[in-house]
């Protein structure tokens, strides 16, 4: 679900799902093995030892690394628990290794300052290709540090992604979301 349309006798408007409506309607499906919910991938500017580092940044769940295929060259994703727990830690891209700390330096357990928020580096994972629309961005953070009330919105920027748990399954994860959206 990309797209969530909510009209009414005075108007309408359509934007990306909010954090509500994925943990109310996508959340929990019977036949998902694991279920994410994360951001879309947000420009952003930050500063880093007096330079600007202009990039992008996803806030994410646990279940986002078990659901998508990345392959680690540092460290490891951050978990379920660090996102509950709000832990300011981040999975950082190859690239902003790079510009963060330089060429042939490891960034595990180094930090870095985002939104006034000091993150700590758990993961370095490859550069990922921005058509990879649900993978693509430069750092990943747990969706729990992000700041203000994200968890009563209906719209905004967030996505999901359902892990089904074979392919004759997938028929049944759409008509139970389906059934859901009835509610809606």
């Not at 408007?13 to 279920?35: C, I």
């Amino acid at each position: 679900t990309y797209v969530v349309g909510i009209y009414g006798m005075q108007g309408g408007t359509t934007s990306p799902p909010g954090y509500r409506f994925v943990d109310k309607y996508v959340r929990g499906l019977a036949k998902a093995e694991a279920t994410s919910i994360f951001t879309g991938s947000s420009s952003m500017v930050m500063y880093h030892d007096r330079r600007k580092i202009e990039t992008h940044v996803r806030r994410t769940d646990g279940d986002y690394w078990r659901i998508l295929d990345f392959q680690f060259l540092e460290g490891g994703p951050f978990t379920e628990a660090e996102n509950r727990n709000a832990n300011f830690v981040a999975v950082i891209t190859d690239d902003m290794r790079e510009r963060l700390y330089g060429p042939n330096t490891s960034a595990l357990g180094k930090s870095f300052v985002l939104d006034g928020q000091r993150f700590r580096v758990v993961g370095v994972v490859p550069a990922v290709p921005i058509t990879r629309r649900a993978g693509f961005s430069e750092i990943w953070a747990p969706i729990r540090t992000a700041k203000g009330e994200y968890q009563k919105s209906m719209i905004g920027n967030f996505n999901a992604i359902v892990l089904a748990r074979s392919s004759a399954d997938f028929e049944d994860l759409r008509n139970e979301f389906q059934q859901r959206l009835t509610q809606f």
